[in-house]
């Protein structure tokens, strides 16, 4: 969790979309999501409770193991990511990211394909299969769907710079942030309900 914390994880690469999305993002490590701890929902827990089902599914049909483990990049050991399977193929690496989803998805969505990308950076891997299964009710309709994302260099120089403007902000060094909202929350400091 403290590495998580102090590094880049895919997770925040995802969100990393503008620059004003970094500060939001810097704000939510340095100072909690404002009481909204988000500890997860329904949905959140469907996909976890699906994740090693559809894992064992992609070891069937693709060859790729299940993976847990938190990986840092060569070049930053701040840069972090787990993706959720793994294969090396003599020199390549593939790797597998894995959702749940309401809906059916014409293409991938962007914050997913930045955590993609994101994690291919930090492993070195050339391509990424995202499996993406439906469900409705949290009943699954029909079989997992996937697609092969190829490595962009390009969009990783990208989320590159996004995530050392992150990584500025939370430093211990860094001047104090002002909250996403724009209001001087400084002042500020909660109390207990009577």
């Keep these: 969790m403290r590495a998580r914390s102090r590094g880049v994880t ?9 620059r004003q999305a970094v500060r939001s993002a810097a704000w939510e490590k340095l100072h909690g999501s404002g009481g909204r701890s988000f500890g997860g929902s329904r949905y959140t827990d469907h996909g976890r409770e699906r994740e090693p089902v559809i894992a064992e599914w ?19 050991r701040r840069h972090l990511a787990t993706p959720d399977g793994l294969a090396v193929r003599g020199s390549s690496v593939e790797l597998c990211e894995i959702k749940t989803t309401t809906r059916p998805w014409r293409g991938i969505p962007r914050g997913y394909l930045r955590q993609v990308w994101w994690q291919q950076y930090v492993l070195g891997a050339e391509r990424t299969l995202v499996v993406w299964e439906q469900h409705d009710g949290f009943v699954p309709i029909g079989e997992p769907q996937c697609r092969w994302v190829d490595r962009d260099d390009d969009q990783i120089q990208i989320l590159l710079g996004l995530a050392d403007e992150l990584l500025a902000l939370i430093a211990p060094s860094a001047p104090p942030l002002t909250a ?3 209001r001087d929350r400084t002042f500020y400091r909660p109390g207990p309900l009577a």
Excluded at 11 to 16: I, Q, S, Y
Excluded at 58 to 76: Q, T, Y
């Design 10 to 18: 895919a997770t925040d690469a995802a969100k990393l979309s503008s």
């Design 180 to 182: 996403p909202d724009g």
């Design 58 to 76: 992609v070891r069937r049909e693709h060859g790729i193991a299940p993976s847990s483990l938190l990986f840092h990049a060569e070049s930053d």
